[in-house]
């Protein structure tokens, strides 16, 4: 579904990512995990198309389609769906809003008429349910006021909304509370199909209790250094970050 | 309407100004960004033969009012018979605190003055300006609001070729009235005009403004309220957009002049093309006005590399126990905001229109009269390309 092949992006003189390579099959869930400035989120945004990056060189395919070549919306349209490490606040746009345009712009790519004012109703009921996410915030400015945790349904929600092929999750975990995380994971799990991929990105061991993953990557300056199952995950947990340095430096 | 006799005083006064007072340039302070002489110049463009009245005017109820080049036309104007419009009234001119070249222009010109009276609840007044010549036109309103009375004033502008309008406003509001007033001033991309507006405010009394400014080619709204009663309240707002060469130019003033009053002033202005914007708010706060409550926000989004916006906010405060806060913010859009709303698969134009919309729609919804925003705001929505 996926395929990243020796990606190298730079923001400025700043090299981030250096000779990236994952590839990603249907229905996989994938765990990137690794130290607060090894390039996860450059690794997202350059997925997403955000447009301040530099890829210098490697190729990003999705279904055979060249990524880096489609615009953002042509990419979320095409099925990839960011959810942010810090969603942006849109004062004076409702989140229901936000997501008439989103289905109406998904469903008109997919050659279908827009959504009439029940259907859509009745489906942002059931995919606000899935996130345990009152009615009321669905009327308020995206994002306006919202807690951190509130910010991370919103996403979830959206991407419940969207039915995405391909899932990047951003630290969607960091900060919440237990309560929270079992609420987003739930939500994760329920859009978990066998044609759907997810690539989720942590910080912590602690999301992975809830979302398994099938496979687990250990990031490190901007490339995967180690990969392996669950396990490898709580080795991480248990030995810290430093234990790959050190592996590392040995080599 | 009873004719009475056209107070000479005034009028000789304005005269007597205009003598020794030219039209003002960007070497007078209250005129630094604003070219007036690009905009009226001596070339005489043709009269129109005939202008439509605006699609509103057949969708309002209430009362409404034709003004044809400053002058009512008795004939498409319908009103109540609990308001009272005369030509005259005593009140006339002295609701104007300070003479500048605008409304002494206006004083020495006008023909017959709109001068209404109100009290209890009232139906909207509706104002329809129809300019249908290139001279200069000087309608001239007078609005006595009674104690305890309400009404709404919706006023809007219609040309069809090159109009130059100088406009002088002046309302009263009696003690515990109320007066909402928008004026819609989107047309063509002719009209070309200076508006004074000036409210005296007495105790208890609420005056809130709202102006829509789009479309024109020249706007200079001076809106002035002066709060001369304890616990009297005003509101000034704005929405200005400006295009190709247009400027829109909003001189704010709120005058507080004795204790405990409230205001709030906000104003936000969208500049496309070879537009310019200009803000000056002004809070003065008297010695005596302890306790005063005064906010103003002002902000700006520019859309082009040429487009210009000028921001002055002017805090005199005199007295020491008031709360006072402004804020000005001049940006242009927002990359982060339009990438989250890519990356939800909506394409770049129309995020910018929902921005767009979403960030104009906060004045519309100041429009107290409920029929008045829902027909400006369903317009702006297709105008925006907005389906929801
Ligand atoms: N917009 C930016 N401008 C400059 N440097 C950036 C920018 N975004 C990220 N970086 C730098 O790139 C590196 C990787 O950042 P990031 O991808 O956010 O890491 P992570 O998500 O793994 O914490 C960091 O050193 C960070 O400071
Ligand atoms: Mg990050």
């Given at each position: 579904m996926l395929v990243i092949r020796n990606l190298n992006v730079a923001i400025g003189e700043k090299k981030i990512l250096k000779d990236f390579s994952l590839t990603i099959n249907a229905g996989e869930v994938h765990a990137i995990m690794g130290p607060n400035g090894t390039g996860k989120s450059t690794l997202a945004s350059v997925l997403a198309g955000k447009?301040?990056?530099?890829?210098e060189s490697g190729e990003v395919f999705f279904e055979g389609v060249?990524?880096?070549?489609?615009t953002p919306d042509a990419r979320a349209l095409a099925g990839v769906f960011l959810a942010f490490q810090y969603p942006v606040e849109i004062p004076g746009v409702t989140t229901t809003n936000f997501m008439k345009a989103a289905v109406n712009a998904k469903r008109k790519h997919d050659g279908l008429e827009p959504l009439d004012a029940k259907s859509f109703l009745q489906l942002m009921n059931e995919k606000r349910q899935i996130v345990e996410l009152d009615k009321s915030y669905l009327s308020?400015?995206?994002?306006?006021?919202?807690?951190g945790g509130e910010k991370k349904r919103n996403e979830i929600f959206q991407m419940a909304m969207l039915n995405p092929k391909l899932a990047i999750l951003d630290e969607?975990?960091?900060?919440?509370?237990i309560d929270a995380l079992r609420i987003v994971a739930n939500g994760v799990n329920s859009l978990r199909t066998k044609e759907n991929s997810f690539l989720v990105i942590t910080h912590?061991?602690?999301?992975l209790n809830y979302i398994v993953p099938d496979f687990v990557h250990i990031m490190y300056d901007g490339k995967i250094v180690k990969t392996g199952d669950k396990s490898l995950a709580l080795q991480m947990e248990e030995k810290g970050y430093d234990w790959v340095k050190e592996e590392l430096a040995a080599n | 309407m009873s004719a009475t006799m056209i107070n000479e005083d005034f009028r000789t006064r304005a005269k007597a100004f205009l003598q020794t007072n030219g039209?003002?340039?960007?070497?007078d302070e209250e005129w630094r960004?604003?070219?007036l002489r690009k905009y009226f110049t001596d070339a005489v463009a043709p009269n129109s033969t005939s202008v439509e009245l605006p699609a509103y005017y057949h969708n309002c109820e209430g009362n409404k009012i034709v003004l044809v080049n400053g002058v009512l036309d008795a004939e498409r104007s319908q009103f109540d018979n609990t308001i009272e419009v005369t030509n005259?009234?005593?009140?006339?001119?002295?609701?104007?605190q300070e003479e500048n070249y605008f409304t002494a222009l206006n004083a020495a010109n006008y023909t017959d003055a709109l001068c209404i009276s109100v009290k209890g609840e009232n139906q909207p007044i509706h104002i329809f300006h129809i300019i249908t010549k290139a001279e200069f036109v000087f309608p001239r309103i007078l609005l006595s609001a009674k104690r305890s009375s309400s009404v709404v004033v919706n006023e809007f502008y219609t040309t069809s070729s090159t109009a130059n309008v100088s406009a002088v406003i002046e309302v009263f509001l009696e003690e515990n009235a109320n007066v909402n007033w928008h004026a819609?001033?989107?047309?063509?991309?002719a009209l070309n005009v200076v508006n004074h507006v000036e409210a005296q405010v007495a105790r208890d009394a609420r005056f809130q403004y709202v102006s829509l400014s789009q479309n024109s080619r020249f706007i200079r709204n001076t809106i002035q309220a002066r709060l001369?009663?304890?616990n009297a309240y005003a509101s000034l707002n704005g929405f200005y957009q400006t295009d190709g060469e247009s400027l829109v130019d909003n001189h704010v003033l709120i005058d507080h002049?004795?204790?405990?009053c409230e205001s709030h002033q906000l104003f936000k202005g969208l500049l496309d093309g070879e537009g310019t914007g200009v803000f000056n708010g002004k809070i003065m706060v008297h010695?005596?006005?302890?306790?005063t409550n005064a906010y103003q926000s002002s902000k700006a989004v520019l859309l082009s590399e040429t487009a210009t916006i000028h921001t002055k906010p002017q805090l005199e405060i005199f007295a020491d126990d008031v709360k006072c806060s402004h804020g000005a913010a001049i940006g242009q859009m927002n990359k982060n905001e339009i990438f989250y709303f890519m990356a939800r698969g909506i394409d770049e134009k129309k995020a910018a229109a929902i921005l767009n919309y979403a960030y104009v729609v906060e004045l519309y919804e100041r429009v107290s009269d409920e029929k008045l925003k829902a027909y400006l705001i369903e317009k702006l929505k297709k105008e925006s390309d907005i389906d929801f």
């Open positions: 447009a301040e990056y530099e890829v060249n990524l880096l070549e489609l308020r400015s995206i994002n306006e006021g919202f807690s969607t975990d960091s900060g919440l509370d912590y061991q602690r999301l | 039209m003002p340039t960007s070497r960004f604003t070219n005259t009234h005593p009140l006339l001119g002295s609701g104007i819609i001033q989107h047309d063509n991309g001369n009663g304890e002049k004795v204790a405990n010695q005596d006005a302890q306790k």
